[in-house]
Nanobody
Framework: QVQLVESGGGLVQAGGSLRLSCAAS????????MGWFRQAPGKEREFVAA????????YYANSVKGRFTISRDNAKNTVALQMNSLKPDDTAVYYC?????????????????WGQGTQVTVSS
């Protein structure tokens, strides 16, 4: 089992920044790839960013490329999502997820463990 706890969400004005963090426990952190997904009201949960076990392979959704940065610290069992130049369309609940594989993926069905989510609201 893997437990994931997100933090760092909140309310920010358009153009602002937020940093989300996800703390993992329960298994050796290096054994799995990590991802961030988000779900806006009335919409499907969508991929945001993913990172492999070593941090070398990273994927981003086109909608966040150049604005968001995913990173991980295997010594601290954490993964972060730095979000800059935020837009109202980025408003959603953001979820951290773990994939029991060393390789990163944008497919949410391949992730076995999910956090409870943290709300990000971007005002115009």
């Amino acid at each position: 089992q893997v437990q994931l706890v997100e933090s760092g969400g909140g309310l920010v004005q358009a153009g602002g920044s937020l940093r989300l963090s996800c703390a993992a426990s329960g298994r050796t952190f290096r054994e799995y790839a990590m991802g961030w997904f988000r779900q806006a009201p009335g919409k499907e949960r969508e991929f945001v960013a993913a990172i492999n076990w070593s941090g070398v392979t990273i994927y981003y959704a086109n909608s966040v490329k150049g604005r968001f940065t995913i990173s991980r610290d295997n010594a601290k069992n954490t993964v972060a999502l730095q979000m800059n130049s935020l837009k109202p369309d980025d408003t959603a609940v953001y979820y951290c997820a773990a994939r029991i594989s060393s390789g990163a993926s944008s497919e949410k069905s391949t992730y076995s463990y999910w956090g409870q989510g943290t709300q990000v609201t971007v005002s115009s």
